[in-house]
Antibody, heavy 115, light 115 residues
Framework: EVQLVESGGGLVQPGGSLRLSCVASGFSFSSYWMTWVRQAPGKGLEWVASMKQDGSSIHYVDSVKGRFTISRDNAQSSLYLQMNSLRAEDTATYYC????????WGLGTLVTVSS | QAVLSQPSSLSASPGASASLTCTLRSGINVGTYMIYWYQQKAGSPPQYLLKYKSDSDKQQGSGVPSRFSGSKDASANAGILLISGLQSEDEADYYCMIWHSSASVFGGGTKLTVL
């Protein structure tokens, strides 16, 4: 059974930092692209960042370029999102999703940016 | 103009069929894209339904009933998710997605009400 479990969310002040983690199981993590997608409260889905299996290709949505960094540890079947210079508009539930089809999703972790 | 446009809401009766559209921005040809569809029920993460490029290039998500199907309307430059034999459990938000210029783009979502 495929499982994706996110963690690391919480309340942070504007300008602060958080590091999200996603631990994967039930599939060959090292063989697939992985992605972060977020959803602001009551809003739609927004793609954030994707990373190729070996890290040789990374893509970000324009609004997070220079502030967020996606990374992975294939040995630990883990995906990360380092978020710096956080803004109120980054408030959302952050999901990790598997492959470039987004065929499996975690339950998400809530990030709230507020003073 | 958004890359992908979806009607914000749609209502249909149990047992009927619902056709959800995902219109691509002018200048982006639907024929060249794989269209991905996701279902999100209240309080839950999104779930992958299917992807459709053509009748010979499509995939149903694991465990997704065959009453969910994809197609395209080239004249409208749109992808279509058809749900036949509507059930109350189909009430949810539905999102389309494409990969465009190395970025994933989601439509704004359609809230389907079954009543």
């Amino acid at each position: 059974e495929v499982q994706l479990v996110e963690s690391g969310g919480g309340l942070v002040q504007p300008g602060g930092s958080l590091r999200l983690s996603c631990v994967a199981s039930g599939f060959s993590f090292s063989s697939y692209w992985m992605t972060w997608v977020r959803q602001a409260p009551g809003k739609g889905l927004e793609w954030v960042a994707s990373m190729k299996q070996d890290g040789s290709s990374i893509h970000y949505v324009d609004s997070v370029k220079g502030r967020f960094t996606i990374s992975r540890d294939n040995a630990q079947s883990s995906l990360y999102l380092q978020m710096n210079s956080l803004r109120a508009e980054d408030t959302a539930t952050y999901y990790c999703a598997s492959t470039n089809t987004f065929d499996y999703w975690g339950l998400g972790t809530l990030v709230t940016v507020s003073s | 103009q958004a890359v992908l446009s979806q009607p914000s809401s749609l209502s249909a009766s149990p047992g009927a069929s619902a056709s959800l559209t995902c219109t691509l921005r002018s200048g982006i040809n639907v024929g060249t894209y794989m269209i991905y569809w996701y279902q999100q029920k209240a309080g839950s993460p999104p779930q992958y339904l299917l992807k459709y490029k053509s009748d010979s290039d499509k995939q149903q998500g694991s465990g997704v009933p065959s009453r969910f199907s994809g197609s395209k309307d080239a004249s409208a430059n749109a992808g279509i998710l058809l749900i036949s034999g509507l059930q109350s459990e189909d009430e949810a938000d539905y999102y389309c997605m494409i990969w465009h210029s190395s970025a994933s783009v989601f439509g704004g979502g359609t809230k389907l009400t079954v009543l």
